[in-house]
């Protein structure tokens, strides 16, 4: 048929997108939590400093770290993405302050619970563990790209940011933690949940439309 209607190709591709949505921006909708705070906010509550070093029996205080004296405000740049059927994934954004490091590991382990061990049945979905906006989900590790002594790495704590049922975690972080570097917004999700019945997790959140 093209072969007999000159132009018609380039009539195609002018009436085409250049690119076409992703399984993401079709299926969900989606929002981010953005919150930015100074460096003695995170110092006590979502980052720790420690040593990697055995041998080292130094205290360590994130107040003593290279990323404590930065007068740069620190991203903490969450996203909820919730498809139809209610289903919600969070991640983090490739704005979120840790990202300016060289992840190490990232850790599913929170307590006396792996969130790896995380199981839901039947129907109903029943089993999962119920969190809220402030449980921890995963700790990644990291440590400064220049860093001075490599062996001091920070821990940062990825919250659930919503009220729910933990369903799943992303178990192929915990091998492969580039991920969530090549594409932390899509196959470098950290958790999928679904919301406590009533409650909307994307109220307060930034629409994301891009």
Not at 94 to 111: A, T, W, Y
Not at 130 to 147: H, L, M, R
Request: with cysteine.
């Amino acid at each position: 048929l093209m072969s007999v209607l000159p132009g018609s190709v380039e009539a195609v591709r002018a009436v085409l997108p250049e690119t076409f949505p992703s399984v993401i921006q079709r299926y969900f909708e989606r929002g981010l939590i953005k919150l930015e705070e100074k460096p003695d906010y995170a110092a006590r509550k979502e980052i720790a400093w420690r040593s990697n070093n055995k041998e080292d029996t130094t205290v360590i205080h994130f107040s003593d770290s290279p990323l404590s004296i930065s007068a740069t405000p620190l991203r903490f740049h969450n996203y909820i993405y919730q498809h139809h059927n209610n289903l919600c994934v969070i991640g983090i954004t490739r704005d979120h302050s840790l990202f300016d490091h060289k992840i190490i590991s990232i850790n599913f382990d929170i307590g006396t619970a792996s969130r790896l061990n995380n199981k839901v049945t039947g129907k109903r979905k029943k089993g999962g563990l119920f969190v809220d906006q402030n449980t921890i989900v995963c700790e990644i590790e990291t440590v400064e790209k220049d860093a001075v002594d490599p062996t001091h790495h920070y821990v940062w704590k990825i919250r659930a940011c919503m009220r729910g049922t933990l369903f799943q975690v992303n178990s192929l972080l915990v091998d492969d933690p580039n991920l969530l570097v090549s594409s932390p917004e899509e196959n470098g999700w950290i958790a999928i949940m679904m919301p406590k019945i009533g409650e909307k997790p994307l109220k307060d959140t930034i629409k994301i439309t891009t």
